[in-house]
């Protein structure tokens, strides 16, 4: 067979590439192909780790794909994903070049068939009460009047201003501290509990202390209104130790800070409302106790006139000489009476005070004071003549202990003409004479003075009888 097209060059040989070139160049592909998507799958071995990144799996019935959320974007999503739970996710499909594994890296996710807040909400509210933080055994009831109250609320807001209004015009007795914060955006919860601390304990500290707290802001939608259901917000109320009053919204919003609050109120001015009520109740009374008082006392002069018509009636005031004569017979019968008693009780305590004579002369503080002093003369005559016989039984044993030492006392030998020898150059007493070498100096104490000497010649009997040589040295000097 004849090749018509002559001979043909041998196929380019592709260029050789390493594995990390490979990996490179299948990640840019796939980055470049697939860009952003919106992949919709259910999580499965969702971990995360301490350095704050998520690794999991997107899956479906078929099949599945390992996933990476890093902490820069899981800190924005507001609940709590979890194995189990159907997710929208939107990512960029990578390649990991370092198992040259493909890998889904999600920007951001929201849960299917429930709105993110909604899953937030439910997944902090379960995980809270399980803690405590809404038993209504923990709550304290609010001042009925409060002095002092501090408004945690935006100084922009509406809120503030009709909370204000209310105030003044139903308890303008209270001091309203103003306590500014952010109410909505990133960063609202943190300045939200920043702003309850400095109303708790930085007015105590001032010296100042709220006795209430209303913390809230006016109505909005669910972002709007998202800062008062953060965990750091609704810690801070719980945290709080004056009484906190929430009125986040409108009535028909519900925060996690108003159930973990004191008290919570539909709106901030019912809030208000709520805080004046008891200088309300009082400044009513006030109002009403004038006509009291006069109700009171035109009652009391009724009664008084009722009682004088019913006196008026008596027997004693239509005939009062009878009720006199009446009474002048009983009292002629008391007075009679009343001088038999005297006399009966004068007889009484004659006959007491007679029989008490010898008793009081007996207890007379003369008569003990007299015979204390003769028993205190005879104790002081005995302790003379014990301390006078206790003298002379120690005067006696001195003297026997002073004899005693006498007798065995060195200067008591030296007086019958001994003497004592010392080592002039170091004090030491010689006892034998092979402790003084010949020429050397010692000191010769008398029962009367010293002598200073020089040996002249040293013996010591002993070692001349051991060595045979009757004129050894070694005797006494």
Not at 98 to 103: A, I, K, L, P
Not at 126 to 148: C, S
Request: aromatic content about 4%.
């Amino acid at each position: 067979m004849v090749d018509l097209l002559g001979p043909q060059a041998p196929p380019a040989r592709p260029p050789v590439l390493t594995v990390s070139q490979l990996n490179a160049r299948v990640k840019g592909l796939l980055e470049e192909e697939f860009g952003e998507a919106l992949v919709e799958g259910e999580i499965s071995s969702w971990r995360v780790y301490p350095s704050g990144h998520a690794y999991f799996d997107l899956k479906d019935a078929a099949s599945r794909a390992g996933a990476v959320m890093f902490a820069g974007r899981r800190r924005f999503v507001r609940f709590q994903p979890g194995d189990g739970m159907r997710v929208l996710a939107r990512l960029r499909v990578t390649l990991y070049d370092r198992d040259g594994r493909c890998q889904l890296s999600v920007l951001s996710m929201e849960p299917l068939g429930e709105g993110a807040l909604e899953v937030a909400f439910r997944q902090l509210h379960q995980r809270l009460a399980q803690e405590g933080l809404f038993d209504p055994a923990r709550k304290r009831a609010l001042p009925e009047r409060p002095r002092r109250v501090a408004l945690v609320t935006s100084r922009e807001g509406a809120a503030l201003q009709d909370m204000l209004r209310v105030l003044r015009e139903r308890a303008p007795i209270v001091e309203v501290v103003v306590v500014h914060t952010r109410v909505q955006g990133e960063g609202a919860a943190a300045s939200v509990a920043a702003a309850l601390r400095r109303a708790d304990r930085g007015l105590a500290r001032l010296g100042r202390p709220a006795g209430l707290i209303i913390v809230g802001r006016g109505g909005g939608s669910r972002e709007d209104l998202w800062a008062f259901n953060e965990e750091e917000t609704v810690r801070a109320v719980a945290a709080c130790g004056t009484p906190v009053l929430s009125a986040v919204g409108h009535e028909i919003d519900t925060s996690l800070t108003d159930l973990a609050a004191d008290e919570s109120a539909p709106t901030p001015t019912a809030a208000a409302e709520r805080a004046a009520r008891g200088w309300v109740a009082l400044s009513r009374d006030l109002q009403r106790l004038p006509g009291e008082l006069a109700r009171l006392l035109r009652l009391r002069l009724e009664e008084g006139e009722d009682r004088l018509s019913a006196l008026g009636r008596e027997r004693v005031f239509r005939r009062p000489e009878a009720g006199l004569e009446a009474l002048s017979q009983r009292v002629d019968g008391l007075l009679d009476r009343l001088g038999r008693e005297a006399r009966h009780v004068g007889w009484t305590r004659e006959a007491g005070l007679a029989a008490l004579g010898p008793r009081l002369r007996a207890a007379s503080p003369r008569w003990k004071v007299r015979q204390g002093a003769e028993g205190l003369a005879e104790r002081l005559r005995r302790l003379v003549s014990a301390r006078a016989r206790l003298r002379e039984r120690k005067e006696a044993a001195l003297a026997a202990s002073v004899g005693r030492l006498e007798a065995v006392s060195p200067l008591a030998v030296l007086a019958r003409g001994y003497s004592l020898a010392y080592r002039e150059r170091d004090g030491v007493l010689l006892r034998e004479a092979g402790q003084a070498a010949p020429g050397e100096r010692f000191r010769l104490r008398l029962h009367r003075g010293t002598l200073g000497c020089r040996v002249e010649e040293a013996r010591d009997p002993q070692a001349a009888g051991r060595s045979g040589d009757p004129g050894a040295e070694g005797g006494s000097a």
